[in-house]
T-cell receptor
Framework: ETGVTQTPRHLVMGMTNKKSLKCEQH?????MYWYKQSAKKPLELMFV???????ENNSVPSRFSPECPNSSHLFLHLHTLQPEDSALYLC??????????????FGQGTRLTVV | EDKVVQSPLSLVVHEGDTVTLNCSYE??????LLWYKQEKKAPTFLFML????IEKKSGRLSSILDKKELFSILNITATQTGDSAVYLC??????????FGTGTRLQVFP
């Protein structure tokens, strides 16, 4: 256990559904991240939050909508997804923005399948 | 275009073998390089390398960064079946941005 918890672990949704992924950490970290890991592709950073404020949106389509109500919780709201959005979505947190002398702790991920 | 390239893509060895995983990078404003081990789902942190030529060690794992030639290696000695995983390399640039390689899949057989 890394201290970062993601729910659900698996999710199957239709293209017209709306669902949310949840990430929670009680490590006292200030920065939280959403990553997407597709088969045979590098891990892709999607969003970065620092002290609840979004500092990075890596050209992610608007059908992915993040929410960070406090430093311990991060959500990824999903709507009208496409089959190519099927992937493992990983949440991570770090003491501060990933720079010198810090590392990120990852959750177990949510395996998302869009049908 | 910034990129991180790992090689080999996959590796199959027997227990007791020593392996070397490679990571080369072309990253603007490079700050540090990270190595992660990914078993099943959650990547776990192994090393952060910032200075060139200084080896970091943790048990049977060691890693070093060459900022002149823009690469890093991860060595695993006396491999065990529990070392089977995908090993990810990532470059940190501009303080808070991260770019990952596709990973090296290591399989260790008894």
């Amino acid at each position: 256990e890394t201290g970062v918890t993601q729910t659900p672990r698996h999710l199957v949704m239709g293209m017209t559904n709306k669902k949310s992924l949840k990430c929670e950490q009680h490590l006292g970290h200030n920065a939280m991240y959403w990553y997407k890991q597709s088969a045979k592709k590098p891990l892709e950073l999607m969003f970065v939050y620092n002290f609840k404020e979004q500092t990075e949106n890596n050209s992610v389509p608007s059908r992915f909508s993040p929410e960070c109500p406090n430093s311990s919780h991060l959500f990824l709201h999903l709507h009208t997804l496409q089959p190519e959005d099927s992937a493992l979505y990983l949440c991570a947190s770090s003491q501060d923005l990933q720079g010198l002398n810090t590392e990120a702790f990852f959750g177990q991920g949510t395996r998302l399948t869009v049908v | 275009e910034d990129k991180v390239v790992q090689s080999p893509l996959s590796l199959v060895v027997h227990e007791g073998d020593t392996v070397t995983l490679n990571c080369s990078y072309e990253v603007t404003n490079f700050r540090s390089l990270l190595w992660y081990k990914q078993e099943k789902k959650a990547p776990t942190f192994l090393f952060m390398l910032t200075s060139s030529g200084i080896e970091k060690k943790s048990g049977r794992l060691s890693s070093i960064l060459d900022k002149k030639e823009l690469f890093s290696i991860l060595n695993i000695t006396a491999t065990q079946t529990g070392d089977s995983a995908v090993y990810l390399c990532a470059g940190i640039y501009n303080t808070d941005k991260l770019i990952f390689g596709t990973g090296t899949r290591l399989q260790v057989f008894p």
